[in-house]
């Protein structure tokens, strides 16, 4: 029930929600399936092996043919009913007021806000904390992003491939060298978020946070 009572955050946790239903569906329709047939194995090896009156040694059933036909294709059209209704969630175009471009490198992150007076900065993790700090999530640059509004996030790397992920906003796009992949955001909640870079991009990958 949990995966149905998660607030809203921002548009991509809202479609992360409804992937999480899919995910959830797929896995009620396997466990099910998986249940179905343990449950069908047991009965056969139970009473049908010790009945002297029931011929084991069946060669043939159109019946049984029938539903092991049909019962795969029913399941992946329960599949795949949400998964397009999540598709066009994803793909949903909305009008920007600001644009954000953000580069991987190896290894930290760059940012340019190229609506105004083109600003650009560098991020990279912070060694020497404070007690108040987060370790190996805190940045001496931060993102500044507006909520309630539709911004358009550009993203792509300068070397190899990169992830820029926040999990509580549900964004997860891959910063892959020579391609500018485009997401439309809206926060709807002010707050501090923090993520990581989820792609192994070389030996400090794990010291790339995003904040």
């Known amino acids: 029930l949990s995966l149905w009572l998660k607030r809203k955050i921002s548009k991509q946790k809202f479609t992360g929600v409804s992937s999480d239903n899919v995910t959830f569906l797929s896995m009620i329709m396997q466990g099910s399936l998986v ?12 009473f049908i092996m010790n009945n002297k009156f029931i011929n084991i040694k069946i060669s043939e059933n159109q019946m049984i043919e029938f539903i092991w036909t049909t019962t795969p294709p029913i399941i ?26 953000i580069f991987g490198h190896q290894w930290f992150w760059s940012y340019e806000y190229s609506d105004f007076s083109n600003i650009e900065f560098e991020s990279y993790m912070i060694n020497n904390l404070n007690k ?19 911004i358009r996030l550009l993203i792509s790397s300068n070397d190899v491939i990169h992830s820029w992920t926040i999990p509580s906003l549900g964004i ?5 060298p020579g391609r500018m992949i485009k997401l439309i955001s809206l926060m709807n909640r002010p707050g501090m978020y923090f993520g990581q870079c989820s792609e192994i991009c070389g030996i400090n990958h794990s010291f790339m946070p995003i904040a």
């Not at 249940?35 to 139970?46: C, F, P, R, V």
């Open 132 to 150: 108040e700090n987060f370790r190996l999530i805190e940045v001496d640059n931060k993102t500044i992003i507006p909520f309630k509004f539709n």
């Open 76 to 101: 992946l059209i329960f599949i795949a009913m949400p998964s397009l209704h999540l598709l066009y969630l994803m793909d949903e175009i909305k009008c920007p007021i600001l644009t954000i471009k």
């Open 172 to 176: 997860k796009i891959d910063a892959i």
């Open 35 to 46: 249940k179905m047939i343990m449950s069908t194995i047991t009965y056969m090896m139970l």
